[in-house]
């Protein structure tokens, strides 16, 4: 499936992958999924801390910065049937609580970026891990992707530390 990116980076000064690399992460994501029916459009906006504590305190009503947000564009079927392009939705990541999971998680930065970018397209999809059921169809889901672009089980670390 095509997707189309819209990227903006404000935490220039974090070690954050090149666009590209985004726009793979979202393409094999898309294409595992098999949802979209027509070509998406995905923004993703890269955030500090404050930012993001911002965002998760306004629209989820907690008051910390977290990995990653996700924003669908809830746009009424009426008008996705006459699009050309779905708007899917947009990502808010938060470059330091990435690279803070990473260290405290044992994973290398880029497969955690990968993971963060992977679980919020999903969201955007439709998934979700709200009860045991959604979480498990989702992980396998999460996983499954991963292991095509190389990365491991993100979940088997965090089981083995706990």
Known sequence: MI????????????????????QRWIEC?????????????????????????????DYRGKDYATNVLSFNSDL???????LDEIPLGDLAICAPVV?????????TLNAH?????????LHLNGFDHE???DAERMEA?????????????????IAVQQ
């Open 3 to 22: 997707a189309t990116l819209d990227f903006d980076n404000a935490c220039p000064q974090a070690a954050v992958p090149m666009q590209d690399e985004f």
């Open 29 to 57: 994501a898309q294409q595992q999924a098999d949802v979209a029916t027509k070509p998406v459009n995905i923004g993703i906006r890269i955030v500090d801390e404050i930012e993001s504590a911002q965002l998760n305190r």
């Open 76 to 82: 009424p079927e009426s008008l996705l049937n006459e």
């Open 99 to 107: 690279q803070r999971e990473a260290v405290e998680q044992g994973k």
């Open 113 to 121: 970026w990968t993971h963060m970018v992977v679980h919020g397209v």
């Open 131 to 133: 009860n045991d059921d």
């Open 141 to 157: 889901l999460e996983k499954a992707i991963l292991a095509t672009l190389g990365i491991a089980d993100p979940y088997l670390d």
